[in-house]
């Protein structure tokens, strides 16, 4: 194992904790300004059967906005391989029932490496990145021409899909940018299952299960390009759908996952959830 797999499963496990969010979501004009919606969220990272990492998720989604926060950090064994640590943070407005991102920020440090980029957006242009380093030319050019106007940032982009209608839940292909790499997430519905865990995760019962493929388009060298398409990360994600105690807002919260990186499987459990103050232990799960 080493911190280069975990590395390059991160995006990845980025959109599993972020589809967290809503899927019937109420429009803007029907929330009242007090009302939000928060869900807060510990997962594990396990492989051969050890936690390595631990990831944290937090959200808040209401009438004025949203925001979201992903860390993820080395746990364990995990600290004997490696230090890479990361953090992701957006936030925006709602705007006609879609998120719109203001601010990103994307923090990640490895022994004495460490890199930040920020980004901004403003309606019609193409968000503006400010990075601590510098992308080689040919990987600069690659990004500029692959970046839209409004592209969001990759907490964003499936923060969107999870405010989709459900019907679309797992259908679709999403691009993000993090203000150095351009890629795609294809999201395919597997199939309704049931969870009966074993004692590292909270939740046992009904579930949605999906696959998410990570797709690189610019940014990445052509070394890590080649390998990235010739064998591609992907997650078997479960999500449970349970109703907010605060908005009676419908949510489906990823509870389990399990992917491979080059050549080694992993496993992320959710050690700890909450919503609205409240255990997802004791919110009754949806049909």
């Known amino acids: 194992m080493s911190g280069h ?5 991160l995006p990845l496990a980025a959109a599993a904790l972020s589809l967290a969010l809503a899927v019937d979501f109420a429009p803007p004009s029907e929330l009242a300004a007090s009302e939000a919606d928060t869900i807060s969220l510990n997962y594990g990272i396990y492989m051969g059967g050890a936690r390595v990492y631990a990831i944290s998720y937090s959200a808040s989604v209401s009438h004025d906005g949203y925001r979201s926060v992903v860390t993820m950090a080395p746990k364990g064994m995990g600290k004997m391989f490696s230090d890479y640590r990361l953090k992701m943070a957006t936030s925006g407005r709602i705007s006609s029932g879609q998120p719109e ?19 901004t957006w403003q309606a019609g242009s193409v968000p503006k990145a400010d990075r601590s380093f510098k992308l080689p030319a040919k990987r600069a050019a690659a990004v500029a021409k692959a970046v839209k106007p409004e592209m969001p940032d990759p907490l964003t982009a499936v923060l969107r899909h999870a405010l989709d209608e459900p019907a679309k839940l797992c259908n679709e292909t999403l691009r993000a940018y993090n203000g150095a790499e351009v890629y795609e997430l294809k999201l395919t519905f597997l199939g309704d299952d049931v969870i009966r865990n074993k004692g590292k995760g909270v939740y046992t019962g009904p579930a949605h299960k999906c696959r998410a493929v990570f797709v690189p388009i610019a940014g990445y060298s052509d070394s890590r390009m080649r390998k990235l398409l010739k064998n591609p990360l992907s997650y078997t994600l479960w999500f449970a759908a349970v109703k907010s105690p605060a908005t009676a807002t419908r949510f489906l919260v990823p509870v389990q996952a399990q992917g491979k990186a080059s050549g080694h499987t992993f496993a992320i459990f959710a050690s700890e959830a909450q919503m609205s103050g409240q255990p997802l232990s004791s919110l009754s799960p949806l049909e």
């Open 5 to 9: 797999i975990l590395k390059s499963a």
């Open 101 to 119: 991102p203001e601010d990103f920020v994307m923090e990640s440090s490895k022994k004495e490496e460490k890199k930040k980029v920020a980004m």
